[in-house]
Nanobody
Framework: EAQLVESGGGSVQAGGSLRLSCTAS????????MGWYRQAPGNECQWVST??????THYKDAVKGRFTISRDNSNTVYLQMDNLKSEDTAVYYC??????????????????WGKGTLVTISS
């Protein structure tokens, strides 16, 4: 059974940093594109960042220069978030794209997704 488990969320002040982790199991992680979405209460789901199986990265404009996505051989994908802003407050979801296809507007349209981790930024 495929599973994605996020960790690393928490509460920090604006300008601070957090590092999210997502550990995958039950599917071929090395052959999957991985990414992050977020959803704030009452707001639409937002795609945040992706990293392909080959290591190419893509970012939402609002996080470029502040967030860094990476992956390693331990079936884990990371999202380093620096210079956090109050508008970054949301539940962050890890997602996987396996096989052909494209990134969905929201995590629940992807091949697999986690339960999310809450990030709260106070100003």
């Amino acid at each position: 059974e495929a599973q994605l488990v996020e960790s690393g969320g928490g509460s920090v002040q604006a300008g601070g940093s957090l590092r999210l982790s997502c550990t995958a199991s039950g599917f071929a992680f090395n052959g999957a594109d991985m990414g992050w979405y977020r959803q704030a209460p009452g707001n639409e789901c937002q795609w945040v960042s992706t990293i392909t199986e080959f290591g190419a990265t893509h970012y939402k404009d609002a996080v470029k220069g502040r967030f860094t996505i990476s992956r390693d051989n331990s079936n884990t994908v990371y999202l380093q978030m620096d210079n956090l802003k109050s508008e970054d407050t949301a539940v962050y979801y890890c997602a996987a794209l396996v096989g052909s296809g494209s990134w969905s507007p929201c995590y629940y349209g992807m091949s697999y997704w986690g339960k999310g981790t809450l990030v709260t930024i106070s100003s």
